[in-house]
């Protein structure tokens, strides 16, 4: 058995004593693998988070009092959406098409408000679990620490010449939180446990366990509406319920448990079980009538768990975590950054500093985080992942389909971690059902369609409280054709051709049938979308009116070209629907062309219009570019170019998730340099400072590496940590370019285990920015073109089939 803190001890390199049981050292420096800090955490932001892709915990680790932040993944307000709450909003497009025909853009915007719905519902906190303990004097010696290859986290201190060590994991395997507490001289553990939510629950003790039964909100309103009379709605018979279970396993010392608390007094050793299940019985099922049996579930998961030592529980957990993280390494060559914690890592970074191993650990974070907050069936990572504190969160903490839920999986292909991606596969077979009426309701099409924000219950229409809403972000509708690229996406890298008929081709196929009704000719013949808009961003009229609503926006465009052209190509490799793959085929022709403006810039508008915001984060235009594949600078130089002066006029100042966009599009425009200057910034620090934050204040990294919108958002740690790998390799079904965008600072290095389209596995050795050995692994069989520079080399492998060779 491993035994994770003495295995720690015994495979630790040597450092200057920060704290030690046997005067050991504990880490190696500059850690690419290990968060530690020299102090407890004080904000949200420092703390140090677990999850086993359903249930999550936020540490702080704190000496007199650890507070530990628990959520669930399914634990959501609300309950299942009325698709049909606007059922005529359709008969509103005539006029609305009619004023866009007029060139007048401020009827236009006028009558899009009447096609909204509600707002979606929020993801939940589920509570504080509070761990007391009695300490008569200050510690000494305090650290704690993540190990991202383990997913174990370890406080440790000394008080009074005593050493305690708390250990936590949440295993996947056994759906169970574990906490090991030691004290280093026996019977000096006392502790209690307490727990606190600001949702409804009731507490109750039975012998050695605390249970927690609550409830969700059957209705939040959303954050960003700000004060209003009875945001947050409960009622005893609605919402989601949830049952939470602690247990204390003991060696010695005496449990006291009373109605609130259980403590344990005069111990050396406990151990701590913590299991979490919610009533969530699917998107379309009441969780209070038709939910599971959450305190069923809760009590066999942890009957099973504490049947076990906890050894037992982390062999299995180690084994279940590292089948997944220790797919990838990468080493971007030597490292003279001093040893410090991580805040202090960031801090020294963002001065110009060197620091490889920082770059390295935050993408690995990401990878990380992705396996952490992204294991359950149909229910995909939120704007948080799993880790959320507030009861009105941020930006409700949904599903917003603009960029950031997408942006969320752009690392679970090429990072080796396709399974991660499927729960936000299933997802997607959910919101196609609602999206179904959406489209005929919303737009009188047929296919499906989804707009900018979702939930658990796959919520899909437009949002705004019907009529309340910015038409700028509200009345967006190309959520269900950005969503479809995922299962195109999907298929390219797994070539799992079962997939691609069963699930993603029906789906693809509604979306692109959504679209091409969707469509409407200009005045010239070209086929565009009316009414449209760009993504929160919006244009002046040579008249001075700001607006929103116009016909043929870029991004509508682009995101339907690349569906056009992945739903033909599925059709191609299925051999099935040739007549609708020739209308797919025909409207692609007609589409209204890319326009390059007066200042050479890629327009995002169909005229060529000012942006009120010039320098706005969103970047939607270039979709083609990145996450899309049909502008690039060898197929399309002169729209490449184009890109390159948008973002250029844009500026490299913005906020988390769109600096991991933008790292992307510059990886992809094949200046590793640019990309690189990006991915700095992207890790500038950011002091925590909670919701108050703003995204004027731009973005960044908070101290434990949480992405910094800010406030904090998940999606930017994803898309940066993809950005590296699109910086390393870049792939298609023909081909595989080795290390196409590679910074100068990174001239020497080594990666193994990235995943390219046709399902390979690729391992790079580099010097001087030169491929030097490469390895390729063909899990299906396939043939594909190697390229670096100028030199190439055509490969055709058998399944399960590895070269490896000089370049």
Same mark, same amino acid.
């Given at each position: ?104 853009? $401020? ?27 009695e300490h008569k004097n200050q510690p000494q010696s305090y650290h704690r620490q993540l190990e991202l290859e383990k997913a174990l986290s370890t406080v440790t201190y000394k008080v009074d010449g005593i050493t305690f060590t708390r250990e936590y994991f949440i295993s996947h395997t056994d759906q169970a939180m574990v906490i090991r507490l030691k004290s280093s001289k026996k019977a000096t553990l006392n502790f209690n446990i307490g727990f606190n939510s600001l949702l409804k629950y009731e507490l109750a003790t039975n012998g050695p366990t605390l249970e927690v039964n609550g409830y969700a909100p059957y209705h939040v309103e959303p954050s960003y509406r700000g004060k209003m009379p009875n ?204 999206? $179904? ?371």
């Open positions: 058995m491993i035994k994770p803190f003495a295995y720690l001890l015994k495979t630790a390199s040597v450092l200057p004593v920060l704290f030690s049981l046997v005067s050991v050292n504990l880490l190696s420096s500059q850690s690419a693998h290990t968060l530690w800090f020299d102090r407890p955490a004080e904000h949200f932001e420092e703390t140090l988070v677990l999850g086993n892709g359903k249930a999550g915990a936020s540490i702080f680790g704190g000496v007199a009092t650890d507070s530990i932040y628990l959520n669930d993944a399914t634990l959501w307000s609300g309950e299942p959406v009325d698709p049909y709450m606007n059922p005529e909003a359709y008969k509103n497009l005539p006029a609305i098409r009619e004023a866009l025909k007029n060139e007048n853009y $401020k009827l236009a915007d006028s009558l899009q408000s009447k096609l909204q719905g509600s707002f979606s519902q929020s993801y939940m906190p589920l509570g504080t679990v509070y761990l007391n303990f945001p947050v709605q409960f009622d005893p018979n609605r919402g989601t319920r949830f049952t939470t279970l602690f247990k204390i396993k003991h060696t010695d010392g005496k449990l006291v448990g009373t109605d609130h608390t259980l403590a344990l007094k005069d111990a050396t050793e406990a151990i701590i079980y913590v299991s979490i299940a919610t009533s969530f019985n699917g998107f379309d099922k009441n969780p209070a009538t038709e939910g599971l049996d959450h305190k069923a579930m809760a009590s066999s998961q942890l009957s099973k768990a504490s049947s076990k030592p906890f050894d037992t529980l982390f062999e299995a957990h180690l084994k279940d975590h590292q089948k997944y993280f220790n797919r990838v390494h990468l080493n971007l060559g030597k490292t003279t950054a001093e040893d410090l914690p991580t805040d202090e890592r960031l801090k020294r970074y963002a001065k110009g500093e060197e620091d490889k191993n920082l770059e390295v650990l935050y993408f690995q974070y990401g990878r990380y985080l992705l396996i952490s907050s992204s294991r359950t069936p149909n229910v995909p990572a939120n704007l948080q992942g799993i880790w959320n504190p507030y009861i009105r969160p941020p930006w409700s903490s949904n599903y917003t389909l603009n960029i950031n839920a997408e942006e969320n999986y752009w690392l679970a292909e090429n990072a080796n971690l396709s399974e991660m991606h499927q729960p936000m596969l299933g997802f997607i077979e959910n919101i196609a059902q609602t999206g $179904k009426i959406t489209a005929k309701t919303f737009y009188g099409a047929g296919g499906w369609a989804a707009c900018h924000n979702s939930d658990i219950w796959a919520m899909s229409n437009p949002v705004g409280d019907f009529g309340q809403g910015g038409i700028n972000w509200a009345n967006w509708n190309m959520g269900g054709t950005w969503l479809s690229s995922h299962l195109w996406e999907h298929y390219t890298f797994s070539q799992d051709s079962d997939f691609l008929k069963n699930r993603a081709y029906p789906l693809l196929k509604g979306a692109a049938e959504f679209c091409l009704e969707w469509l409407v000719e200009d005045k010239d013949g070209n086929l565009v979308t009316s009414p449209g808009t760009s993504p929160e961003n919006k244009f002046i009229t040579p008249d001075g009116y700001q607006g929103a609503t116009l016909y043929g926006s870029t991004s509508d465009l682009a995101m339907i070209r690349e569906c056009f052209q992945q739903t033909i190509a599925a059709s191609e490799i299925l051999k099935t629907d040739a007549a609708f793959r020739t209308q797919l085929e025909k409207a692609l022709a007609k589409l209204y062309p890319y326009q390059v403006g007066k200042k050479g810039n890629l327009q995002e508008w169909y005229h060529d219009w000012e942006d009120v915001d010039p320098k706005h984060r969103h970047q939607s235009h270039l979709y083609g570019l990145y996450p899309g594949h049909h502008i690039s600078p060898e197929k399309t130089p002169e729209l490449a170019d184009a890109t390159r002066t948008t973002l250029n006029i844009k500026g490299d100042e913005t906020t988390g998730w769109s600096k991991g966009w933008r790292i992307n599009l510059w990886a992809r425009l094949l200046d590793g340099n640019r990309a690189y200057k990006q991915y700095r910034e992207l890790l500038r620090y950011v002091a925590p400072d909670g919701v108050r934050a703003s995204y004027e204040k731009g973005g960044g990294t908070y101290p434990n590496l949480f992405d910094a919108h800010p406030p904090f958002q998940i999606d930017g740690n994803f898309g940066g940590a993809a950005a590296v790998v699109e910086m390393l390799v870049q792939s298609s079904l023909q081909e595989i370019r080795l290390l196409p965008a590679l910074p100068d600072v990174w001239a020497n290095g080594s990666v193994e285990g990235l995943k390219a389209r046709g399902n390979f596995e690729v391992a790079i050795t580099w010097n001087n920015k030169v491929p030097t050995k490469v390895k390729i692994h063909s899990v299906t069989g396939g043939s594909t073109v190697l390229k670096h520079g100028t030199k190439q080399k055509e490969l055709t492998l058998k399944p399960n089939e590895t070269v490896e060779f000089n370049w």
